[in-house]
């Protein structure tokens, strides 16, 4: 069974930087695109990031590129996202998510395209 956990969350003081860490279990890594998504109460799921099955990330905010990076590591089946110069308005609940990316040329901003979803793991920016 496809199983995400997140973690890596915390709080940050502007500037800082966070790790965001996206393990992946039940299904093979290499056949299947992860996405980074957040989430503020009482607003829709905003589509940061994501990397297909070949390894090639891109970012769809303008505000998180330059500043985000997405990496995948096949030897631990994790997919990170690397957060620096973290500002206030990045605070959100961080989720990750797998869909099926055989032709390794699929990747989505859009929350419906995925069918698996971790937990979530908390970032706040605060000083």
């Known amino acids: 069974q496809a199983h995400l956990v997140e973690s890596g969350g915390a709080l940050v003081q502007p500037g800082g930087s966070l790790r965001l860490s996206c393990a992946t279990s039940?299904?093979?890594?290499?056949?299947?695109?992860i996405g980074w998504f957040r989430q503020v109460p009482g607003k829709e799921r905003e589509g940061l990031s994501c990397i297909n099955s070949i390894g090639v990330g891109r970012h769809y905010i303008d505000s998180v590129k330059g500043r985000f990076t997405i990496s995948t590591d096949m030897n631990t089946n994790t997919v990170y996202l690397q957060m620096n110069n973290l500002r206030p308005e990045d605070t959100a609940t961080y989720h990750c998510a797998a869909t099926g990316d055989y032709q390794g040329n699929f990747c989505s901003a859009s929350a419906s395209s995925f069918e698996v979803w971790g937990q979530g793991t908390q970032v706040t920016v605060s000083s």
């Open positions: 039940g299904f093979n890594l290499r056949y299947y695109a």
